[in-house]
C-alpha cells in the first residue's frame, strides 16, 4: 500500500494568513491526490483532487500543488471557517490511503 | 441537495454484531458506488470497502475480510455496514462516502458518521 505521509501534524495560524500543509506518498502518484476537511459535527467536505483540481464548491483561497511523491495544500487569507482537520489522500492506486492528518488550530 | 445521512450512535458488548446505515437523497442511488470509511478515536482515516451500488458486489479491503459485511436496501437508496463478533478495536466511527464524478476512489459526499463503541 501507498503510504502518505503529513506534516505538520499540528498548525497554528491567525485569521487572514497563510499557511501550508504538506503530504509525501512512499511511492510516485502521479498527480493523483485529493484532500478532505474534517469539522467537528461536521461531514468531510472534498476540496481538491487531482492534485490541483478544485471540486465545485471550494472557495478559490484553497489551492494544490506537487505531483510524484510530494504535495502540498495552501489556503491564503485564513477564515474562521477554515480552521479543523485536513486529510491528504491518493487516489492513484488500489487501496486508497489517508495521511494521518493536520490539525489547523487559531493561534 | 446530495446528503447521506447515517444511523445513530450504537453501545455494544465483545462479541455482538451492529449494523449501521447510510441513507442517500438528492441523486439516482444506482449511479454512484458507496464507499466506507473507519476512524478510529483520534486516529486517521482508514478505508474499509466499498459497495457497487447497481450490482450490489462489495469489495472489501484486506483488513476488513471476514467480519465486515456491506449490503444495500436499493429501493431505499440505503447501504448498510454490519459488522459482527465485536472486538474492542472496533471502536471508531464510520463514514459512508459516495464515489465522485471523477474517480471511483475520490469521495465527494459523506455521511456524519457513526459512533460505534464497543465495551463490556
Known amino acids: 500500500d501507498v503510504q502518505m505521509t503529513q506534516s505538520p501534524s499540528n498548525l497554528a495560524a491567525s485569521p487572514g494568513e497563510s499557511v501550508s500543509i504538506n503530504c509525501k506518498a512512499s511511492k510516485s502518484i502521479s498527480k493523483y491526490l485529493a484532500w478532505y476537511q474534517q469539522k467537528p459535527g461536521k461531514a468531510n467536505k472534498l476540496l481538491i483532487y487531482?492534485?490541483?483540481t478544485l471540486q465545485s464548491g471550494t472557495p478559490s483561497r484553497f489551492s494544490g500543488s506537487g505531483s510524484g511523491t510530494d504535495f502540498t495544500l495552501t489556503i491564503r487569507n485564513l477564515e474562521p471557517e477554515d480552521f479543523g482537520l485536513y486529510y491528504c489522500q491518493q487516489h492513484n492506486e488500489y487501496p486508497p490511503t489517508f495521511g494521518a492528518g493536520t490539525k489547523l488550530e487559531l493561534k | 441537495q446530495i446528503q447521506l445521512v447515517q444511523s445513530g450512535p450504537e453501545l455494544k458488548k465483545p462479541g455482538e454484531s451492529v449494523k449501521i446505515s447510510c441513507k442517500a437523497s438528492?441523486?439516482?442511488?444506482?449511479?454512484?458506488?458507496m464507499h466506507w470509511v473507519k476512524q478510529a478515536p483520534g486516529k486517521g482515516l482508514k478505508w474499509m470497502g466499498w459497495i457497487n451500488t447497481y450490482t450490489g458486489k462489495p469489495t472489501y479491503a484486506d483488513d476488513f475480510k471476514g467480519r465486515f459485511v456491506f449490503s444495500l436496501e436499493a429501493s431505499a437508496s440505503t447501504a448498510n455496514l454490519q459488522i459482527s463478533n465485536l472486538k474492542n478495536e472496533d471502536t471508531a466511527t464510520y463514514f459512508c462516502?459516495?464515489?465522485?464524478?471523477?474517480?471511483?476512489?475520490?469521495?465527494?459526499?459523506w455521511g456524519q458518521g457513526v459512533m460505534v463503541t464497543v465495551s463490556s
Open positions: 487531482s492534485g490541483s
Open positions: 462516502a459516495r464515489r465522485g464524478v471523477y474517480n471511483n476512489y475520490v469521495f465527494d459526499y
Open positions: 438528492g441523486y439516482t442511488f444506482t449511479d454512484y458506488a
